[in-house]
């Protein structure tokens, strides 16, 4: 289960910047995950609640905003989005797509603190 490992990241990555903001507390940790980055949401969040024990951001919140995955199609000459995450076809004319657009995102986008 890598989702553990990116958890433990994740925990690490906001430690250090509540710690650089001088935040007393960390309520929740937001972050944008692409339907190609390979992660299943359920165990990222049942991780990221193990990882955060006994650290700074035990209790805190893993907001999860999903980005669906996008793909600029030849045929169509437009960004569609894809039929599913294991195939990157375009959805509307069927074309396998190379160029992905978006959908492989893996960022913390903000967290939520008290001074």
């Not at 935040?23 to 390979?38: C, D, P, T």
């Not at 049942?46 to 650290?55: C, G, K, L, R």
């Not at 035990?58 to 989005?81: F, K, M, Q, T, Y």
């Amino acid at each position: 289960m890598h989702e553990l490992s990116i958890a433990m990241s994740i925990v690490e990555l906001a430690q250090e910047e509540s710690k650089r903001l001088g935040a007393e507390r960390v309520e929740a940790v937001h972050l944008r995950v692409g339907a190609l980055a390979g992660i299943v949401k359920d165990s990222l969040l049942f991780s990221y609640e193990m990882a955060a024990q006994d650290t700074e951001l035990a209790g805190s919140r893993l907001v999860i905003e999903e980005v669906p995955g996008v793909v600029h199609c030849a045929r169509c000459n437009a960004e569609r989005p894809i039929e599913s995450a294991q195939s990157c076809c375009c959805a509307e004319c069927g074309t396998p797509a190379l160029d992905v657009v978006s959908g492989r995102e893996l960022q913390v986008t903000a967290l939520e603190v008290w001074p």
